[in-house]
């Protein structure tokens, strides 16, 4: 490392300071040559006066720079604000030397014969070229900041948006040379901002530019910077980018931001489900959190995707108790401790044991008389209960009657259960016990002092079923990415949005309802699968493969949210929709329950035929 000498060390604005001090002579200088015409006859007798004013003007210009702080600026980050206080700094000594050659032109005139006084108009045309020559030197010293930066930063940005957050966001970079970014060029839909510039960095055109800009400027990293941007728009967008090979990041919308204020640090990776073109959800957090705070709550699987998230935003709204129950200990204890950690005053308990067992349940509800239960605890994996079908009845529709059962015993409050899409017109096991199990609490609900609702929907993004994970993992490998069909499609929401809205429901419920979540519009696997290759930074069928092996088992194209049989009812949050209750008849449900209970357990291998018997729209063979 190169060594700084005695003065760099421990003078370090010496050097400037001198440099400043002589530009405003020799601007002081010209000035007075400009005044006469450069004519040195009449400018001889002048320099006497002259001369005598250079120390006091080369004094007070450094004593008033470094007061007002002019060497603290850093010119390569300078604002407008800095040059105008570098011109009234400026301004201030000439005055004083004009003060003190006027005082002293009397008292020197009798010992220095022929000496002329200085023109006082020399003065304005002394201040105005002091002004240039020391702004000019800041310039410079900003130009070979900036060219030895661009020498430096070898990653070229290219920013989404040329409004407000764009133009604070490259600030914040100019700002911050640590992060090694280089603003090359802005993109804007607006035809008013095309063929402008923002801090001199040029807007090249609207989202259908982005391609061929990212090939001129040759960008690395990509940046949507339009946080009130409609979803459609940024979803749209986002895949364009998303099919260059560049890093995409972007702002989150405004009202995700704590304060409004743009900083690099929110700043964050595109996620799949920023293509998935939803419009951010809203929950009246007042209510939920009014219904949850003070209860006793218990969450069954709550070591799971869909119970652990639950876990998280229940503890946020002050329960009096939160009861984690689940078969699995591994998640479960993750989930205790870090609801432990974030919140240290929440009294949280957890318990491992399955919904099966009815004897463990009793013990459970008994200790603790939960006033609200969220049934989230099953069986998911569709293929997998394909091969398994008396153990998804065991769990799913046998583990539901048994937790119902206590909830009703217990006298609990409200009983909230996770259905999902996949109950609608069933074609698979899993998919026809959810369906039993919102027959369950639709018959409970009717006889017992417990408010029983379901609610239903679809796949969520990253959860321990979701084929995302799948496609994360195959891409790490190097590809293929298996995809069952070219044509199958699937609603997705994400596990936050997901439980907020089913905290929202359960808040508003009735007893009986079947609560449906709107999915927005479903979504291509294939173009789920593409999207992942990209923003994975590779090319999809160049990089990495997709390959189509066939539906499964119980696996179809599409998935419905609402059975035929079942109006549609709207609530106050235009996401969440009532479905219809149903009228079915108690005695011949719960006799059909308990002959599938006994064929479950002596592993009828005809079980589909006992869960048809109960579910007719459950049509295996499709």
């Not at 607006?190 to 609207?206: A, D, E, L, T, W």
């Not at 001129?216 to 910077?225: D, L, P, R, V, W």
Request: proline share 5%; charged share 20%.
């Amino acid at each position: 490392m190169k060594q700084k000498n005695f003065i760099q060390t421990y003078f370090p604005n010496v050097p400037m300071m001198m440099a400043d001090a002589f530009l405003a002579i020799m601007a002081s200088f010209l000035g007075i040559c400009l005044r006469l015409d450069f004519d040195f006859d009449s400018i001889r007798p002048m320099m006497t006066h002259f001369v005598y004013g250079i120390p006091l003007l080369a004094l007070s210009v450094m004593i008033i720079f470094y007061s007002v702080g002019i060497y603290k600026i850093m010119w390569a980050y300078a604002a407008i604000n800095d040059v105008v206080k570098t011109v009234v700094a400026v301004l201030l000594p000439f005055v004083f030397q004009f003060v003190f050659q006027e005082v002293t032109y009397d008292l020197l005139k009798p010992t220095h014969r022929g000496m002329m006084k200085v023109s006082g108009w020399s003065y304005p045309l002394a201040i105005l070229l002091a002004v240039v020559f020391i702004l000019a030197l800041r310039m410079c010293i900003r130009r070979k900041s900036t060219s030895k930066s661009k020498t430096e930063k070898n990653h070229p940005v290219m920013i989404i948006g040329a409004g407000d957050a764009g133009a604070n966001l490259y600030r914040n970079f100019a700002n911050h040379p640590e992060y090694n970014y280089q603003i090359v060029c802005f993109v804007d839909d607006s035809c008013s901002k095309i063929g402008r510039q923002v801090y001199g960095i040029p807007v090249v055109g609207n989202r259908y530019a982005i391609m061929k800009a990212v090939e001129e400027y040759e960008i690395k990293t990509i940046i949507f910077a339009i946080p009130s941007c409609p979803s459609k728009d940024k979803t749209e967008i986002l895949n364009i980018c998303s099919r260059t090979k560049c890093e995409l990041k972007l702002l989150p919308s405004i009202d995700q931001m704590l304060d409004g204020q743009i900083r690099i640090s929110d700043v964050r990776k595109v996620e799949l489900d920023d293509l998935l073109g939803r419009d951010p959800i809203a929950i009246d957090v007042d209510t939920v959190a009014g219904y949850v705070e003070g209860k006793t709550i218990l969450v069954t699987g709550a070591g799971g995707s869909i119970g652990s998230e639950l876990s998280r935003q229940i503890a946020s709204h002050h329960p009096k108790q939160l009861i984690l129950f689940d078969v699995y200990e591994n998640t479960t204890y993750e989930i205790l401790q870090e609801l432990k950690r974030t919140y240290p005053s929440l009294d949280v308990k957890a318990w491992i044991g399955s919904v099966r067992d009815e004897v463990l349940l009793d013990r459970l509800f008994a200790t603790f008389q939960p006033q609200i239960v969220y049934h989230a605890a099953a069986h998911k994996h569709v293929p997998l209960m394909e091969d398994s079908p008396n153990e998804s009845v065991k769990n799913n529709v046998l583990g539901t009657l048994r937790i119902v059962r206590m909830s009703d015993h217990y006298k609990v409050n409200r009983f909230v259960l996770i259905s999902t899409d996949k109950a609608v017109n069933p074609t698979n096991i899993m998919g026809a016990t959810k369906r039993i199990c919102e027959m369950i609490i639709q018959c409970y609900n009717q006889k017992s002092e417990t408010e029983f609702v379901a609610v239903r929907f679809g796949n969520v993004l990253g959860s321990n079923g979701s084929v995302i994970p799948l496609f994360k993992r195959q891409i790490e490998e190097g590809g293929p990415l298996t995809v069952t069909h070219r044509e199958i499609i699937r609603y997705f929401m994400t596990i936050p949005e997901a439980v907020s809205l089913v905290l929202q429901a359960g808040a508003t419920a009735k007893g009986g309802e079947i609560f449906v979540l709107d999915m927005g519009k479903p979504v291509r696997i294939i173009d789920l699968a593409e999207n992942l290759i990209r923003l994975s930074g590779f090319e999809p069928y160049k990089d990495i493969n997709i390959v189509f092996t066939g539906l499964r088992p119980g696996e179809k194209l599409y998935e419905e949210l609402l059975m035929n049989e079942e109006g549609l009812q709207s609530t106050e949050n235009k996401l969440i929709y009532i479905g219809k209750p149903i009228d079915i008849q108690e005695d011949t449900l719960f006799a059909a329950l308990e002959e599938l209970d006994r064929a479950a357990n002596r592993e009828d291998p005809d079980i589909r035929a006992y869960v048809q018997k109960i579910v007719p729209t459950y049509h295996p063979n499709c």
